[in-house]
């Protein structure tokens, strides 16, 4: 009987402290997501190029651009990311890869004209030692209706 309370006990402490692992590392992908936004707004190339896999890829509404394309039409303010509304957001992580879904209403400049627009972003992020790299960003088109399911 102490035996089978003490393997219910640990059982227990075990789930408890994952989901707290989960929990944390979750509330650590929505910061760094933020601080991406922030970063892309301010147009700060060198903490997005840390951040950014080398291998790492963005899908826009007008093309597919790996890390030095996006980087340089950030720094060129091709397109400027000036403010990002953040509505939902919701993570999944599966091992060494989190998933996070952000419904943004995006303020940019692109090409020289102001556009708000509503998406979903994906961001991919897979953790390499002790740091989390992003390996995909996709924006898709939405309404303001969208819900992402938690």
Same mark, same amino acid.
Request: hydrophobic fraction near 45%; proline fraction near 0%.
């Given at each position: ?28 992908i929505k910061d760094l997501s933020k601080e991406k936004w922030q970063w892309m707004a301010d147009k700060n190339v ?30 060129? /303010? !091709? ?6 509304? $953040?509505?939902? %957001? ?5 091992? *060494?890869?989190?998933? #996070? ?10 090409? /020289? !004209? ?6 979903? $972003?994906?961001? %991919? ?5 002790? *740091?989390?790299?992003? #390996? ?15």
């Amino acid at each position: 009987m102490k035996k089978s309370i003490i393997s219910l006990f640990l059982i227990i402490l075990s789930a408890q402290w994952s989901f707290a692992q989960n929990s944390a590392t979750e509330q650590k992908i929505k910061d760094l997501s933020k601080e991406k936004w922030q970063w892309m707004a301010d147009k700060n190339v060198d903490k997005l190029a840390a951040l950014f896999h080398d291998k790492s890829k963005f899908v826009h509404m007008s093309g597919t651009w790996k890390k030095q394309e996006e980087l340089d039409i950030i720094k060129s /303010g !091709s397109i400027w990311y000036k403010k990002a509304d $953040v509505h939902d %957001v919701a993570v999944e992580i599966v091992d *060494d890869t989190a998933i #996070l879904w952000n419904r943004i209403t995006l303020t940019a400049v692109v090409r /020289g !004209s102001d556009a708000v627009t509503e998406f979903t $972003v994906t961001e %991919v992020y897979k953790k390499l030692g002790n *740091d989390w790299k992003l #390996l995909a960003l996709t924006f898709s088109s939405v309404r303001d209706t969208h819900q992402i399911k938690h």
